[in-house]
């Protein structure tokens, strides 16, 4: 009966995905689960991953919208704004195991991998659990020519992970201003990869 009342009176997944300890916690579980699941291994820099938190808690404030009918729709690009901060600072080096199949998404980028899969689970939750929404996954996730595309075009502007992230949601993506939100968008998400573990803490 207490626990019932502890998870029902916990703040709604986007609040806590605000709060750093709350990041921190599910990325690291995000880590270990994809290395669990890939054999790949993985170093995390905290302190880079911390300054990924804060660069994209500032840009997720700066086009927050102030209208309900934008929030289920923000979501959608809070992430891709995430995955954007983290390919920018790289707070993980990931390593993959002997002999991988490089055709495959998880050992061709393991980063990479490991960044798309957090923050669509991320997005997945606040969706499902906020919104009572879910998602249809695009097939491009598992399409090696898409994560070529991917890797190098954002090695060259790194806000089109924006798009490439609605992409593999199987949302519509905004090529050619990835980085501002366009008000009216509807997304649609469920996570396929990591069910995490979520903090009910206030702090």
Partial sequence: MNETREISNAPPVRK??????????VFESQMAETAGETGNTFDLDRARLAQVFSEWLDAFNAQKPNTPED????????????????LRHKPVTGQVQRDADTSNPAYFWPEGYLYVVFCLNVRGMVIEMDFEGEQSLSAELDDLRTW???KENVGEDPSLAIAFLDLFAGDKPEWSTPDIFQSGGVDQISGQFFNAKLVTSDD
């Fill in 148 to 150: 070529w595309s991917f």
């Fill in 71 to 86: 929030q289920r729709a923000y979501v959608g690009f809070a992430a891709g704004l995430m995955v954007r901060t983290l």
């Fill in 16 to 25: 806590r995905a605000q709060r750093m300890r709350w990041f921190i916690e």
